[in-house]
């Protein structure tokens, strides 16, 4: 009777080592829920609520964009967004072929989303002049929301985002690099941040010394480009160099090339996320989710969104099936010939560190 117990129970360990072990083997240890210590920061890229898009989300609800993607937003403690168009009302619109400008209102498209830090500079948040810049701030401000790269003066525009979560102190600085102009702040005129090196790196320094988590936005590059251009790579590095944690890039509509520069994360463009258009050109877009721990960076994961609105109707859902695994290919494809044929990107989507 002893040796049939003891049989039993060997067999039954057997069993239990051998279901750890197959379990070890198929879980995907890096999509586990990060800790209850770690910070989770999700960056998406542009977010432009007027025109169609305006239309189809008074019908439906301040939380129809991001229905599909609740799971990910959620958890999150900071959602990065960048604003390609200023809230208000009244302005005169600057002499271009795109204007924007949204509704008041729809400031809580972005409280439902769970966005809560969002990039000024840009090439579109002074379509409508200065007023209307000013009305963007204070609603942003009334709405608990943070932002960076704009202001009333480049004094202003300059000044940093920042957080404290978990004790972990976080800034954000945001700037653009693109055109008109007219909407760059000077010392006596309201727009957006541009990274003048007279200043710039020594801003990156500074708030380096004072925060554990520096992340540097940039509007840049070249509309529907899949590469950065060749400027972009080299302030990059240089901003890296000076501190920066993380940079993130948009304005191209579609998405560019993961780099991985000294152990940091340089994402080029995150294309599209929630935006106003019925582009036959930008169909597929990304969000990042960064995983930072009290040593720094943890695990960084691309999470590919379907964005052609002909079909989600401004409600972008997460890629699944081919269209993921084609995705991720084109990524690695693209990254690859900014890290020297190094791929950096696995098939599930993690950045390797």
Not at 324 to 340: D, R, T
């Amino acid at each position: 009777m002893i040796r049939k117990e003891n049989h039993s129970a060997q067999i039954a360990l057997s069993f239990l080592l051998a279901f750890v072990v197959l379990t070890a083997l198929t879980v995907d240890f890096g999509s586990l829920h990060a800790s209850d210590s770690q910070i989770e920061i999700v960056a998406g890229g542009d977010v432009m609520l007027g025109s169609w898009a305006q239309e189809t989300i008074l019908r439906n609800g301040w939380d129809y964009p991001f229905q599909n993607l609740d799971t990910l937003l959620n958890r999150a403690d900071i959602v990065f967004a960048n604003l390609e168009a200023p809230f208000g009302t009244g302005g005169k619109a600057f002499e271009k072929q795109y204007s924007f400008r949204v509704a008041p209102d729809l400031v809580n498209v972005l409280k439902a989303g769970r966005i809560n830090m969002i990039n000024l500079a840009n090439n579109h948040i002074m379509d409508f002049g200065p007023d209307v810049l000013k009305q963007t701030i204070a609603l942003l401000g009334k709405n608990h929301i943070k932002y960076s790269g704009a202001g009333s003066d480049l004094q202003k525009a300059r000044l940093p985002a920042q957080f404290e979560i978990k004790g972990t102190k976080i800034a954000f600085l945001c700037y653009s690099l693109t055109f008109p102009e007219e909407f760059w702040a000077t010392d006596t005129s309201a727009g957006t941040g541009f990274p003048y090196d007279t200043f710039f790196f020594d801003d990156v320094r500074k708030l380096k010394r004072e925060n554990d988590l520096v992340i540097v936005s940039f509007h840049w590059g070249g509309e529907l480009l899949k590469s950065p251009k060749p400027y972009q790579v080299r302030l990059a590095h240089q901003t890296i160099n000076a501190g920066a944690d993380i940079i993130l890039g948009h304005h191209p509509h579609v998405v560019q090339g993961i780099e991985v520069y000294h152990n940091k994360i340089i994402a080029y463009s995150l294309g599209n996320f929630v935006f106003g258009s019925f582009s036959e050109n930008v169909r597929d877009s990304m969000l990042l989710k960064i995983y930072y721990g009290t040593n720094g960076i943890v695990k960084c994961k691309i999470n590919p969104i379907f964005v052609y609105n002909k079909e989600v109707e401004f409600q972008p859902r997460m890629l699944s099936g081919a269209g993921k695994v084609n995705f991720i290919k084109e990524l690695q494809n693209i990254s690859q010939e900014l890290n020297g044929s190094r791929n950096v990107i696995s098939s599930a989507g993690w950045i390797q560190l």
